[in-house]
């Protein structure tokens, strides 16, 4: 299967600054990149839908003004978490579509602490 | 829009007994259904999927899962549990079309006594 990375694996940051969150496929050309958010002890929750070259689908609920998105190569999907607050504390997941039906490659995470 | 419930949010067995972890999903066609498994504070690592064909599905670490259309479910089963399978095991759906979206369940934390 796909490999994919996550950087960084931990951030904190101070309420009110941004942090961006990369997503890389390494070995495989994605169109579709996912991203998910996990809270502690709950399930992945999709956020949204990165599309190479073009806007993101998010899902419903999720700010997209606030969860900027942006997929500019076939390898590499950004999440950037503007004025972060304590809430958006999580674990944020990305993963890859093969493009085979519900097939996805799950990158490893990565954790993010606002104080 | 598919959704996907699993009933036990928490089980513990003993290491060598058998082991099943209970899905239901909710979706109008023939859904795709995933069985991942996560460790704390990793990743997820798919276990095993279905897509069509045989109901019974093999997958790694010794694990199965069955799909079961008139019940809905789709049911993961290994018959003798190890304690490295302690984790965190979502089941997941997707939808039957060329969209990948997948959605996932609530999950079942597995506590595996020595």
């Known amino acids: 299967g796909a490999v994919v990375s996550q950087h960084p694996s931990r951030v904190i940051c101070k309420s009110g600054t941004s942090v961006k969150i990369e997503c890389r496929s390494l070995?495989?050309?994605?169109?579709?990149m996912f991203w998910y958010r996990q809270f502690p002890k709950q399930s992945l929750m999709l956020m949204a839908t990165?599309?190479?070259?073009?806007?993101?689908?998010?899902e419903q609920g999720v700010e997209k003004d606030k969860f900027l998105i942006n997929h500019a190569s076939l390898t590499l999907s950004t999440l950037t978490v503007t004025s972060a607050h304590p809430e958006d504390s999580s674990f944020y997941i990305c993963?890859?579509?093969?493009?085979?039906?519900?097939?996805?490659?799950f990158g490893p995470g990565t954790r993010l602490t606002v104080t | 829009a598919q959704s996907v419930t699993q009933p036990d949010i928490h089980i513990t067995v003993s290491e060598g007994a058998s082991l099943e972890l209970r899905c239901n999903y909710s979706?109008?066609?023939?859904?795709?259904l995933f069985w991942y498994v996560q460790s704390p504070g990793q990743g997820l690592q798919l276990l095993l999927k279905?897509?069509?064909?045989?109901?019974l599905v093999q997958g790694i670490k010794g694990f199965e899962a069955e799909f079961k259309r008139s019940q809905s479910s789709f049911n993961l089963r290994k018959p003798s549990v190890h304690w490295s399978d302690a984790a965190e095991y979502f089941c997941?759906?997707?939808?039957?079309?060329?969209?990948?979206?997948?959605?996932f369940g609530p999950g079942t934390s597995l506590s595996v006594i020595p």
């Open positions: 993963s890859v579509t093969s493009g085979r039906p519900g097939e996805q490659y």
């Open positions: 070995d495989f050309q994605a169109t579709t």
């Open positions: 990165s599309n190479e070259g073009s806007k993101a689908t998010y």
């Open positions: 979706y109008g066609a023939t859904p795709y």
């Open positions: 279905y897509f069509s064909g045989d109901t």
């Open positions: 997941a759906v997707g939808a039957s079309t060329s969209y990948d979206k997948v959605i």
